[in-house]
């Protein structure tokens, strides 16, 4: 009897425990989901690029002189307009005071002819004038009285010629006078003042040369940057165009990298790119600078079939210099068409290949999940692109991204948290 008893009691705990398996294993499995959406593909290009200057000139002497003094050193950093060498300027400035002179004597001379003729001068000419007149008179008084002398026979043919050449002479002489005051009546003549004017302006440019020499004996920075190289020294005669400096601006810089012939088509002027300058030291976060593709080289390199593409990086300061290899991020004109994109950790890799689980939401009712394979595609940060059959997944669905590991088709699920 005991026996029996043992027995049935033994079958009442298997049953029991039976019905609780079997309402665990339909219970709902606790799931968190994401949204399945449509993007845009965006493809990023990686290449090593190194950082190059805006702009490097060769700075050379624009006038002959002996070098008097230097500014600078090689590695200085430079603001614009900084002078960096001075030629000697002692003859030109003796030159220019010379000039000086010569302009303030043809602006004194215009001067005088622009106001006219002094009323003295005038005055001194009317009077030359007048005795000119009285010496006419009485020479041609004296020639009539030498001439009725000549006919009577009382003087002789020379005493004649040399009476009427005196009054000839007296005549001459008073047309001259004449002429003289009227020339000071009517003032300078227009032509002169006009060459008058000329002169002076003559005068001042010759000035202005001088004094641009001068300031071209003065050797500036044409932009901000550094001294990378000097090519001469105190007491060394320059000829002009002889090389004195090299300089490199300071900011922005260009970073040159050179694009693989595949990814030609697919970068445009304009592209925004990231530039990483990596720090070696560990632990120490990498520099990071944003830039922008200004020019694309459209002839490659023939050995190399590469084609060069300069980026604009505004980055001041020496952390970034001239030489330094860096890694470049282009991201690329995004493509007219569209994918589907779900989270990485959506995908489940199985035997039969890649899947993922979509939930299935009926009103009310219990929400069940279902299988559906996929192909992946290109990764756009934590998204992945997938292909997949037509109608099998669209953007909006809710994606298992975490608890997809043991799930069946038609398996009961309770979202608990959604991305």
């Known amino acids: 009897m005991k026996r029996f008893t043992f027995i049935l009691c033994v079958i ?16 709902p499995s606790p799931v968190r989901v994401a949204k399945a959406q449509t993007l845009s593909p965006r493809e990023i290009i990686k290449l090593p690029g190194t950082v190059i200057p805006w702009a490097s000139t060769r700075l050379a002497a624009e006038i002959d002189g002996r070098v008097e003094s230097i500014h600078v050193r ?11 060498l001075q030629l000697r300027t002692v003859p030109l400035e003796l030159e220019r005071a010379l000039s000086l002179a010569e302009a303030k004597r043809e ?7 622009k106001n006219g003729t002094r009323v003295e001068t ?6 030359a ?3 000119a007149l009285a010496r006419v008179r009485l020479a041609d008084s004296d020639l009539k009285r030498i001439k009725q002398l000549y006919e009577e026979g009382v003087v002789s043919l020379d005493d004649y010629d040399r009476s009427k050449s005196e009054a000839e002479s007296a005549l001459a002489e008073l047309q001259e006078k004449e002429e003289v005051l009227k020339e000071h009546m009517a003032g300078p003549r227009i032509e002169k003042i006009k060459q008058a004017d000329a002169n002076l302006e003559a005068a001042r440019a010759r000035i202005k040369i001088i004094e641009d020499n001068i300031d071209r004996a003065t050797l500036k920075a044409p932009f901000n940057g550094y001294i990378v190289s000097k090519q001469t020294e105190v007491g060394e005669w320059l000829e002009t165009g002889d090389p004195a400096f090299g300089i490199t601006s300071a900011y922005p810089v260009k970073v040159e990298v050179d694009l693989p012939q ?7 002027v304009g592209n925004s790119a990231k530039i990483t300058l990596e720090n070696p030291k560990t632990g120490t976060k990498s520099k990071e600078y944003k830039g922008r593709i200004i020019e694309i080289v459209t002839s490659a390199d023939p050995n190399s079939r590469t084609f060069p593409v300069r980026i604009r990086v505004n980055a001041s300061g020496s952390k970034i210099a001239h030489g330094m290899l860096v890694n470049v991020e282009i991201y690329p004109t995004a493509k007219t068409g569209k994918r589907l994109y779900v989270p990485k950790d959506a995908l489940v890799q199985s035997p039969k290949g890649t899947t993922l689980w979509v939930v299935e ?4 009712k219990k929400n069940t999940v279902r299988e559906v394979p996929v192909t992946p595609g290109k990764m756009e940060g934590n998204l992945i692109s997938v292909d997949f059959k037509k109608k ?13 590991e043991r799930l069946k088709p038609g398996a009961p699920v309770t979202i608990v948290k959604q991305k």
Do not use: C, M
């Not at 595949?262 to 445009?268: E, V």
């Not at 099998?392 to 997809?404: C, E, F, I, P, T």
């Open 12 to 27: 009442w705990i298997l049953a029991l425990a039976s019905l609780s398996f079997a309402q665990k294993k339909n219970a």
């Open 74 to 84: 090689e590695g200085q950093f430079v603001k614009k307009g900084t002078p960096l």
């Open 107 to 113: 602006e004194t001379l215009l001067l005088e002819l």
């Open 122 to 127: 005038i005055e001194a000419a009317r009077f």
């Open 129 to 131: 004038k007048d005795q």
């Open 262 to 268: 595949f990814h030609y088509n697919s970068i445009r």
């Open 361 to 364: 939401t009926k009103g009310n």
């Open 392 to 404: 099998a997944l669209k953007s909006g669905n809710l994606v298992v991204v975490q608890g997809n």
